[in-house]
């Protein structure tokens, strides 16, 4: 009997639809409640399984996109290195914008950020990586928190960046 009890109160937990809410009140302090904000709150933002969740990402890659952004710096004339770290970073599900480097200063921003204009070069938050090793983009990933492997269903990220 417990077990079945047990059981029940799993399956209603699972089932139960919590939304949260996020917002600014009026003395500037962000709020996170699972009650709607009152009348007077800035920068409403409504969270959880019931509001059509537009971009499908789980929380914990969420949380990392947020604190640790992707870059992936490549080139017209990078084919074979910077398909495998595109390949490496979408069979992760890791969300990540694509620069291709085309200007001068798009050069001497990756000067700045690696040393010198290596193609390709991963920037996982504040850490960069020249090169394409798939060890390090693995180790910077896994310390960043992103996924192992990609969730089922999950699209391809990356797209140039203007």
């Given at each position: ?77 990078c ?24 200007t ?37 990933l ?15 990220a ?5």
């Amino acid at each position: 009997m417990r077990h079945l009890l047990v059981l029940c109160l799993a399956l209603t937990s699972a089932c139960a639809v919590a939304e949260t809410y996020r917002w600014v009140d009026p003395a500037g302090r962000t709020v996170i409640s699972d009650t709607p904000p009152p009348g007077r709150a800035h920068s409403v933002a409504k969270a959880g399984a019931s509001n059509g969740n537009t971009d499908g990402l789980p929380f914990a890659v969420k949380q990392a996109v947020e604190s640790f952004p992707v870059t992936l710096y490549t080139s017209a004339d990078c084919v074979n290195e910077c398909k495998q770290a595109r390949d490496l970073l979408n069979a992760r599900g890791v969300p990540f914008t694509e620069k291709m480097l085309q200007t001068p200063e798009d050069f001497d921003e990756l000067k700045a950020l690696v040393g010198d204009a290596f193609i390709p070069s991963l920037k996982v938050g504040k850490q960069s990586f020249r090169g394409f090793e798939s060890g390090a983009y693995t180790n910077l990933l896994d310390l960043a928190g992103y996924p192992k492997t990609a969730p089922y269903g999950s699209k391809p990220a990356g797209g140039l960046s203007k």
